[in-house]
C-alpha cells in the first residue's frame, strides 16, 4: 500500500493563489498515475486534475483549465497542483488519490483510484 498526505490548502482572496502539494509513502509513486478530486459541502467530490505515471499527458476539468497546473517530481515522490486565479466556486476540500486508470474515461473517475489521502482543506473569500 501507499500513504498520501495532502498539504498547502487554507484561505485566499479571489484572484489569488495557493500551491498544493501531496506527499507519498514507499517506492512505488513513479508507476502511479496520479490525480487531484475536490468535494465541496452538499457534493460529490468531482475530478479536478490528473498526469500519467509518465508524466506526458494531462488532464484538466473544463471548470479549472487554463487555471490549474498539475505536475510530478517523481524524484521527491510529490504530486502538486498549482491553483491561479481563484474563485469561491474552487471552495472545497482537495483530495489527491493514486492508482492505475486504464482509459480516459476512468482517468476522471474515482473509481480509477485505489489510493486516497485525507484532503487539504481550501477556502476562496470574495
Known amino acids: 500500500q501507499v500513504q498520501l498526505v495532502e498539504s498547502g490548502g487554507g484561505l485566499v482572496q479571489a484572484g489569488g493563489s495557493l500551491r498544493l502539494s501531496c506527499a507519498a509513502s514507499?517506492?512505488?509513486?513513479?508507476?502511479?498515475?496520479m490525480t487531484w478530486f475536490r468535494q465541496a459541502p452538499g457534493k460529490e467530490r468531482e475530478f479536478v486534475a490528473a498526469?500519467?505515471?509518465?508524466?506526458?499527458?494531462?488532464y484538466y476539468a473544463d471548470s479549472v483549465k487554463g487555471r490549474f497546473t498539475i505536475s510530478r517530481d517523481d524524484a521527491k515522490k510529490t504530486l502538486y497542483l498549482q491553483m491561479n486565479s481563484l474563485k469561491p466556486e474552487d471552495t472545497a476540500v482537495y483530495y489527491c488519490?493514486?492508482?492505475?486508470?486504464?482509459?480516459?474515461?476512468?482517468?476522471?473517475?474515482?473509481?480509477?483510484?485505489?489510493?486516497w489521502g485525507q484532503g487539504t482543506q481550501v477556502t476562496v473569500s470574495s
Open positions: 488519490a493514486a492508482g492505475s486508470p486504464t482509459s480516459d474515461s476512468i482517468t476522471r473517475s474515482r473509481n480509477g483510484y485505489d489510493h
Open positions: 514507499g517506492r512505488i509513486f513513479s508507476i502511479y498515475d
Open positions: 498526469i500519467r505515471w509518465s508524466g506526458v499527458r494531462t
